[in-house]
């Protein structure tokens, strides 16, 4: 059997329901908060109420003194522990590590500053309260822009500059792109500083046993393995003496990729106290001290031709970092993502962009579903519903005009990304044919006749996926990530499958277990999927940017094929018939044209471990394999195109629906699929209207609880309309692309495509997202007054 082609018969492929549903849905599954060990203690962190101020002193004395209270650390008592530094290889970028305890200085209003342990949350809160900081404020910077200026407040002084990354990057012909054009467009667009927020904050619980110098840490990581190592790293504790189990995570989309101060300090402090020690995080600490995502300031220039041809681009990209960069959290995940996927599914060979990386008094940014590339997409494809606008040309007409033809795969962005395959003009069609798009057109006119305003936005997109050591270089971070699966079959005949990427709600305990089940031959009932503890998974890196589905799914297959193999030779011994006459189905082994002659799973698999005759020479009884999977780059693609009314005496925005054609080759469960696009297109929404992380002059954080942080409920959920093309990767197993971003890729700039379009009658500029009533009331004001 060759993997490139995967078999699709009952499992691969089907709307299986999920497997992990039921104990989410009757409360069975257990979550960080959900473990109580005998003796925890628990910690409150004090902290930073300053976007910038010097820590003068710190008097713990009371809150040592309180009943309960087990110790109060500040940064003094954690010197073993070193500052979190950024481990991005790319050449240029400044470090500017962070402490895991604030010790002269903090930078951002939530930063921690000391670590109270008490015998309850509740003692630990009331005791951090008397926690004495003495801060002498500073000014504060919280404008990327402003915070360049030589005037600055600096953060880092020993930098001298707020600005820790600048680089320019030419790439084809761009003066020459630019002598050729008709005319020269420009826009500039200041994307929001938006979040995760995950249903379940984070969270850890560390264990220490101090006769075997064991440390089991409980964390609600999407990276068991790569915490573990950090965590032996900073602790100085061997490796193979660390356990990670990460128990059911409530959603990561990416927060949950970065080691934290925190989870350092925790861990340490149950090494130190020699008790467990737990820490859950509450809202506004997830508000103010998790990462952020998102904010970008783009400035794009285009040389364009009459015809609407895109000669070529030019990108100016600062990156608001916020107060430091560590490990995955760093300066440069938005701006050098977004600069390498800006020409997007576009034909451009001409190109120049700079790359600018900023610090400002704003908590630090990090990953968040398609980070660097949702920012890059808005702006793009913002820009070119405007030149359309301004050429008088269907904003349709001119993607179909630029974009990159199926004739061209696999084609090479200027930017050194290869796109393997996809369906680019055809999911523009078929999205436009979906939502009914000629007869939107003439309704649109209708209806300003009326003075009401309809708008259409089109996002058209690429993404990159299965983020393996190739597309990580093409993208830009030039690190290594691939992953391992185990496949093992029981003597009863029942099949384990343990795997290195780490389900946080993407359903991987279904479709892992369909690509197994659809292998060797057995029912989906008799796999289970286990992951997300160190001492049970194979080595790996996590799960993150839309890869488990293509590594997952990949190495499973390669391991289940193996054993599907040994199953095969330990049968044919049995049979005795060749392994190429036999076939599995539905748990059976069975001589193909005669399938009379059979064997259960079990009774193979029982043979196999406890029957010498079964075992030819040098045959192991163990039926389990294990297989790394480091897969070649592949991109998937798609095009969201969303419907919306705007009010234009109120700026309240309707939106009709999203309609979304997306190709994420193979699918291993539609269902599942589905379930990714919808979910990454609420958070587009929210993106694109009501949610932004707002912090005010002097780096105070205005925006830090769910009342004035406004996520987007069912309610702003329009019916969704979604659609699949699949043009299966001619470079991965089973030609499998991820889908898990595409959806948060996508949907800001439809949305905010739709609500400009409606207001194009009128010369609204707007500059800022996300697009709520105030700014688009403003906008149209101040378009009255020009
Ligand atoms: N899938 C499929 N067929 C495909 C592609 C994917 O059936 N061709 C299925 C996969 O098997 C998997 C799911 O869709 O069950 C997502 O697959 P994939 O695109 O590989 O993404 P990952 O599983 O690697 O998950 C990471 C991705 C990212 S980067 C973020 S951010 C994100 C997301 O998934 N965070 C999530 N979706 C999330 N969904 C939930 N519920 N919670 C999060 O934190």
């Known amino acids: 059997m060759t993997l490139q082609v995967l078999p699709r018969g009952k499992w691969l492929g089907a709307r299986v329901k999920r497997v992990?549903?039921?104990?989410?849905?009757?409360?069975?599954?257990?979550?960080?908060?959900?473990?109580?060990?005998?003796?925890?203690?628990h910690v409150a962190f004090v902290r930073s109420p300053y976007g910038h101020a010097r820590i003068k002193s710190i008097d713990t004395s009371a809150a040592?003194?309180?009943?309960?209270?087990?110790?109060?650390?500040?940064?003094?008592?954690?010197?073993?522990?070193?500052?979190?530094?950024?481990?991005?290889?790319?050449?240029?970028?400044?470090?500017?590590?962070?402490?895991?305890?604030?010790?002269?200085k903090v930078r951002f209003v939530g930063e921690a500053i000391a670590a109270v342990v008490a015998e309850s949350r509740y003692l630990a809160e009331d005791a951090a309260e008397q926690v004495v900081v003495d801060y002498e404020p500073l000014p504060a910077v919280v404008d990327a822009e402003r915070a360049?200026?030589?005037?600055?407040?600096?953060?880092?002084?020993?930098?001298g500059t707020n600005i820790v990354y600048q680089k320019t990057t030419t790439l084809g012909d761009i003066e020459g792109a630019f002598a050729q054009a008709d005319r020269v467009f420009r826009r500039r667009l200041h994307t929001n500083r938006f979040v995760a927020a995950p249903m379940e904050t984070r969270g850890c619980l560390s264990v220490y046993e101090r006769a075997s110098g064991h440390l089991t840490f409980?964390?609600?990581?999407?990276?068991?393995?790569m915490l573990r190592l950090f965590l032996a790293l900073f602790l100085g504790i061997p490796e193979h003496k660390v356990r990670v189990i990460s128990p059911e995570v409530g959603g990561g989309f990416g927060q949950k990729m970065t080691i934290y101060p925190e989870e350092v300090v925790v861990a340490y402090l149950g090494k130190v106290l020699g008790r467990p020690v737990k820490w859950v995080e509450d809202r506004r600490e997830n508000l103010a001290a998790a990462t952020h995502a998102k904010e970008q300031i783009i400035e794009l220039e285009a040389a364009v031709r009459n015809d609407g041809t895109?000669?070529?681009?030019?990108?100016?990209?600062?990156?608001?970092?916020?107060?430091?960069?560590?490990?995955?959290?760093?300066?440069?995940?938005?701006?050098?993502?977004?600069a390498g996927l800006m020409p997007g599914v576009y034909d451009i060979q001409h190109y120049q962009h700079e790359v600018i990386a900023v610090c400002t008094n704003k908590a630090p940014v990090g990953a968040f579903r398609a980070v660097g590339w949702t920012a890059a997409q808005t702006a793009r494809e913002l820009f070119f519903d405007e030149i359309a606008r301004e050429l008088g040309l269907d904003p349709a007409e001119l993607r179909r005009r630029n974009v990159i033809p199926p004739e061209r795969f696999p084609y090479t962005t200027c930017t050194g990304m290869v796109y393997d395959s996809g369906t680019y003009r055809e999911s523009l069609e078929r999205a436009l044919e979906l939502v009914g798009y000629e007869e939107l057109r003439r309704r649109q006119a209708e209806l300003r006749q009326q003075g009401?305003?309809?708008?259409?936005?089109?996002?058209?997109?690429?993404?990159?996926?299965?983020?393996?050591?190739?597309?990580?270089?093409?993208?830009?971070?030039?690190?290594?990530?691939?992953?391992?699966?185990?496949?093992?079959?029981?003597?009863?005949?029942?099949?384990?499958?343990?795997?290195?990427?780490?389900?946080?709600?993407?359903?991987?305990?279904?479709?892992?277990?369909q690509v197994a089940a659809e292998i060797l031959g057995v029912s989906i009932e008799d796999v289970v999927v286990e992951h997300g503890d160190t001492d049970r998974a194979p080595w790996g890196m996590g799960t993150y940017a839309s890869r488990s589905a293509v590594i997952g799914g990949g190495m499973v297959a390669l391991a289940a094929q193996e054993v599907r193999e040994k199953v095969l030779r330990a049968a044919s011994r049995l049979l005795e018939v060749a392994p190429e006459d036999l076939d599995i189905q539905d748990g059976t082994v069975f001589v193909k044209g005669a399938p009379d002659r059979s064997l259960s799973m079990f009774q193979v698999a029982f043979a196999a471990y406890l029957d010498n005759r079964t075992r030819a020479e040098g045959e192991e009884p163990l039926l389990s394999a294990t297989k790394f999977y480091d897969p070649r780059a592949t991109y998937s693609n798609g095009c969201i195109v969303t419907v919306c009314e705007v009010d234009i005496e109120t700026g309240l925005v309707q939106l009709d629906k999203v309609v979304a054609v997306e190709d994420c080759g193979t699918m291993l469960n539609p269902m599942i699929v589905e379930g990714q696009v919808m979910g990454a297109i609420a958070q587009g929404i929210g993106g694109a209207l009501y949610e932004e992380m707002a912090?005010?002059?002097?780096?105070?954080?205005?925006?830090?609880?769910?009342?004035?942080?406004?996520?987007?409920?069912?309610?702003?959920?329009?019916?969704?309309?979604?659609?699949?093309?699949?043009?299966?990767?001619?470079?991965?197993?089973?030609?499998?692309?991820?889908?898990?971003?595409?959806?948060?890729?996508?949907?800001?700039?439809?949305?905010?495509?739709?609500?400009?379009?409606?207001?194009a009658p009128f010369d609204a500029r707007i500059e800022r997202l996300p697009l709520t009533p105030e700014r688009i009331v403003e906008a149209l004001r101040s378009s009255e007054s020009r």
């Open 218 to 225: 409980y964390s609600s990581t999407q990276m068991p393995h």
């Open 64 to 104: 040592k003194t309180m009943p309960g209270v087990l110790a109060v650390f500040t940064a003094d008592d954690v010197t073993a522990l070193p500052p979190l530094a950024s481990g991005l290889p790319v050449e240029g970028l400044q470090p500017t590590p962070q402490p895991v305890l604030a010790k002269d």
């Open 452 to 513: 009401r305003y309809l708008g259409v936005g089109i996002s058209l997109y690429v993404e990159p996926t299965a983020w393996g050591s190739e597309i990580a270089l093409q993208a830009g971070f030039p690190f290594p990530s691939h992953d391992n699966a185990t496949v093992t079959i029981d003597p009863s005949g029942k099949v384990r499958v343990a795997v290195s990427v780490h389900s946080h709600g993407q359903g991987h305990e279904t479709t892992l277990a």
């Open 20 to 41: 992990e549903d039921p104990r989410f849905l009757t409360g069975e599954a257990k979550y960080l908060a959900d473990i109580v060990l005998p003796g925890t203690v």
């Open 695 to 759: 912090y005010d002059e002097s780096g105070q954080l205005m925006t830090d609880t769910f009342v004035n942080y406004l996520l987007p409920s069912a309610t702003e959920v329009p019916p969704l309309t979604i659609e699949h093309l699949e043009s299966p990767s001619p470079v991965t197993i089973g030609g499998i692309k991820g889908i898990g971003e595409g959806g948060l890729l996508a949907t800001p700039a439809s949305v905010a495509g739709a609500v400009l379009d409606a207001l």
């Open 310 to 338: 895109i000669l070529g681009l030019k990108a100016r990209l600062i990156g608001d970092a916020g107060a430091y960069s560590f490990n995955t959290a760093s300066a440069l995940i938005e701006p050098l993502a977004g």
């Open 148 to 159: 360049m200026h030589p005037d600055a407040p600096i953060l880092h002084e020993e930098l």
